[in-house]
């Protein structure tokens, strides 16, 4: 089995100059645990990842033939992948080579054949220094001409590693934020991806702004702000947005007690108000007899590895897109958004394709916001009838539980400042509702197994194969939900009477 001392090992024994390089050396520099390796040789690097590939019975792959770039795939003792990179220095000297990488951080280099007791790392931009002074410092100001994703790398690697993004390096990202449209949409999607799907998305979001990052990759979000709303909204559409995701996180907090999400606290300089201790209470006596299924349904995956909570996070971003384009004002001066709701799908659904997501992705996050207006509507009329309930679970499907806590996120976020108990109480229980529904009630409530099949029906009333046959049977299903037909028997005398009314 592969590990970094044995691979580092094998290449010293060959006893050719060689240098550690990137995110291995950065992570040793900190104490983090760390796993692939970044290797650059004088000269061969293809063949050298070909004989690591070889020693260690892994696989091997040429990354770019030009550059001579090649990449061992190996087995650690975990039977984890492990991925050795090797390059040839694209300049002769290795100063000069590292003048080409992005982050100060990520410019130090360690001597992997120096016969020495103690590391011998070469650091010509000083970025030992600025890894104690937990800074992302650009290497040149070059930096993001030359690779306009190193902008939202930049932002990546701070919330990853705990940093600041240094003052001259924000700058030159403010400078260069334009160009940011140039790098494809697949490299734009992987590093938005490990910005918003992640503890302190909500954060995240007000960075990129600031950046002048948002309007180029998200500019639907970018709209939002300094769009006003009238109460019980205290906040523009954009600061509301990112508070409802900052009380989804909060109730992922709840449902993965040990994972990154905590409790959250107000932040120095960010005027959202977060919920109470009290009012946390209320959600968790709520969602806490369903915490273990919400939490194994937001784990499934949509595409590749992927979650539900991941893409949840997004819609909660996405869920108000439509606003800009659909405020009005009444007579009273009231800011009204009709039809936000569809008109953000429609805006999610673009953003989703141009950022390359998956089918599944796109239509989750288009249908979470089309819909997410929906529990507010229940709650309104309470209790909602099991007829609601069970068209509500029709038109969103398995999405139903995810639109639940998007709609109580969107509650919380509004109402933090000053819960009125009765009118969040009643949220809640409706919550509470939907979620028992799904997950305990489910083949009554929600996707009753008919009495009569299709022959059955068309059997009994003369029908012909067609959609009348499906309809008839839509309405019966809908009639067992709502417990007006609890036998065969039953569902053809009911059924008799629909026929027979024409209805």
């Known amino acids: ?63 770019d033939s030009e550059r001579d770039v090649g990449r061992a795939i190996l087995r650690d003792e975990a039977g984890e992948a492990l991925e050795v990179d090797v390059a040839r220095l694209r300049l002769p000297d290795l100063a000069a080579d590292l003048a080409l990488r992005d982050f100060t951080v990520n410019a ?30 650009a290497v040149s100001d070059a930096a993001f001409v030359d690779d306009p994703l190193r902008m939202l ?55 990129l702004a600031h950046l ?34 900052a009380h989804l996180e909060g109730i992922y907090a ?4 040990h994972s990154g999400y905590t409790r959250l606290a107000a932040v120095a300089g960010d005027a959202t108000v977060l919920l109470d201790a ?5 959600v968790s006596e709520v969602l806490s007899p369903y915490a273990g299924d919400l939490a194994g349904h937001l784990a499934q995956p949509l595409a590749s590895s992927r979650l539900r909570r991941e893409w949840l996070l997004w819609a909660a971003l996405m869920h108000d897109w439509g606003k800009p384009a659909k405020r009005s004002e009444d007579a009273d001066g009231r800011s009204r958004f009709l039809e936000h709701d569809r008109w953000g799908a429609l805006l999610a659904e673009h953003r989703g394709q141009e950022l390359k997501l998956s089918a599944d992705e796109v239509s989750y996050l288009a249908r979470l916001v089309d819909q997410h207006m929906r529990p507010g509507y229940l ?15 029709c038109d969103v499907g398995t999405l139903g539980p995810d639109c639940a806590l998007l709609g109580l996120a969107d509650h919380l976020a509004i109402h933090a400042p000053r819960i009125e108990p009765e009118h969040t109480r009643r949220r809640l229980e409706t919550t509470r509702i939907l979620l028992e529904a799904f997950f305990r009630e489910r083949a009554t409530r929600v996707d009753p197994p008919l009495f009569l099949n299709g022959r059955a029906v068309m059997a009994a009333f003369n029908l012909q194969p067609g959609p009348e046959v499906g309809r008839r049977l839509e309405q019966l299903r809908e009639a067992q939900a709502v417990g007006e037909v609890s036998s065969a028997e039953e569902a053809l005398a009911w059924l008799a009477g629909r026929v027979e009314s024409g209805v």
């Open 1 to 63: 089995m592969a590990t970094p001392d044995r691979i580092i090992g094998f290449i010293r024994q060959r006893a050719q100059p060689a240098w550690l390089v990137g995110g291995y050396v950065r992570d040793q520099l900190l104490g983090r645990s760390s796993h692939d390796l970044d290797v650059i040789v004088p000269e061969g690097g293809i063949r050298l990842a070909r004989a690591i590939a070889a020693a260690f019975d892994g696989a091997f792959f040429v990354l």
């Open 108 to 137: 130090i280099a360690l001597d992997i054949v120096a016969d020495a007791a103690e590391p011998v790392l070469v650091d010509p931009f000083a970025g030992r220094a600025d890894l104690d002074r937990r800074l992302v410092r």
């Open 153 to 207: 790398r930049a932002v990546r690697q701070a919330i990853e590693l705990g940093f600041s993004i240094e003052e001259s390096t924000f700058d030159l990202i403010r400078r260069d934020a334009a160009l940011l449209p140039q790098a494809a949409g697949e490299r734009i999607r992987d590093e938005l991806l490990r910005i918003i799907s992640v503890p302190g998305a909500w954060l995240h979001v007000r960075l």
């Open 212 to 245: 002048n990052l948002l309007e180029q990759v998200l500019p639907e979000a970018q709209t939002l702000i300094g769009v006003q709303q009238s109460v019980p909204h205290y906040q523009d559409v954009f600061e509301h947005t990112r508070s409802v995701m």
């Open 254 to 257: 709840l449902l993965w007690p």
């Open 278 to 282: 009290g009012g946390w209470a209320w």
């Open 379 to 393: 709650a309104r009329d309470f209790p909602p009838s099991r007829r609601a309930i069970y068209r509500f679970y």
